[in-house]
């Protein structure tokens, strides 16, 4: 075991004076809500620069830190680099918007609903319907550890096989993903896609999203070589994921993510 002493992360910086993203502290819920309404639109806006927009798929969500039984999330039909912090809606965990004018994505409501219904330490949860972790999910195999950031996610996702491939637009229709999400960050769904959640933030959920997608399009590019991989050791792996697969190192990954979009994309605190 490594002495961090009394530090979250051994990425944190021993020395004083150094700029380094610190963990936000809030003076008020209001303070708090607009901090998690701009990540999430941030969210939404890094899922733009990758390329996981699938006409209007995807939904990203975040609890209200005053009414948790409602949650954030994106608005229905409208592109992830066109969501701002003026067309956000809030939703209860039975679809009806509380605030806002744009409409909810049903599928995503469903999904998303039965998570944060079942799991109130879950804070936040991300899906899309991208290129290489649908076609992965098509295999029903996990994530291996063949790489140092596979290993963020050894014996920290599953896979989702009931109801694989059926649209969830019946309520309670995701309660096998509900399920799925006992003490995992992210869950691969049968003939679906990928999914993550966070118990931290909107940005550790969002990152590890992102990061899942990239291991999928790895394991499939070595899988294409028809060389069988070399696979880090369990107890490397466990390593490894101790240190750069928490839900903080989520957090800390995205604040790149943040500075880039706040400084190139003012348009989404509109």
């Not at 896979?159 to 059926?166: K, N, P, S, Y």
């Not at 790895?218 to 369990?234: E, F, M, N, S």
Request: aromatic fraction near 10%; charged fraction near 20%.
């Amino acid at each position: 075991m490594l002495d961090l002493k009394g530090r979250v992360s051994i990425y944190q910086p021993e020395q004083e004076g150094l700029q380094f993203p610190y963990e936000p502290a809030f003076e008020s819920v209001e303070h708090e809500r607009r901090h998690r309404k701009e990540r999430l639109v941030a969210a939404c806006r890094a899922f733009a620069l990758q390329g996981f927009d699938y006409g209007f798929a995807g939904h990203l969500t975040v609890r209200d830190p005053e009414r948790p039984e409602l949650y954030w999330t994106n608005p229905m039909a409208v592109h992830f680099a066109k969501v701002k912090m003026s067309n956000l809606i809030l939703v209860d965990h039975e679809g009806t918007v509380v605030e806002g004018t744009h409409a909810v994505n049903r599928a995503g409501f469903v999904l998303h609903a039965n998570v944060h219904e079942a799991h109130p330490d879950i804070i936040a949860m991300c899906h899309a319907h991208t290129v290489y972790g649908t076609a992965f999910a098509a295999l029903a195999r996990p994530i291996e550890p063949i790489t140092q950031d596979a290993c963020a996610f050894f014996e920290d996702h599953v896979i989702i096989g009931d109801e694989a491939g059926a649209v969830a637009v019946e309520n309670h229709a995701g309660s096998n993903v509900a399920t799925a999400f006992k003490g995992v960050k992210a869950a691969i769904h049968q003939n679906h896609g990928l999914l993550t959640a966070s118990r931290h933030s909107i940005e550790a959920a969002a990152f590890w999203f992102i990061a899942l997608e990239r291991c999928c399009q790895q394991q499939l590019a070595i899988a294409a070589t028809g060389i069988q991989p070399t696979y880090v050791k369990p107890d490397r792996a466990r390593y490894s994921r101790e240190h750069v697969g928490s839900e903080y190192i989520g957090w800390l990954h995205f604040q790149a993510i943040w500075e880039q979009l706040r400084e190139d994309s003012p348009d989404m605190f509109d």
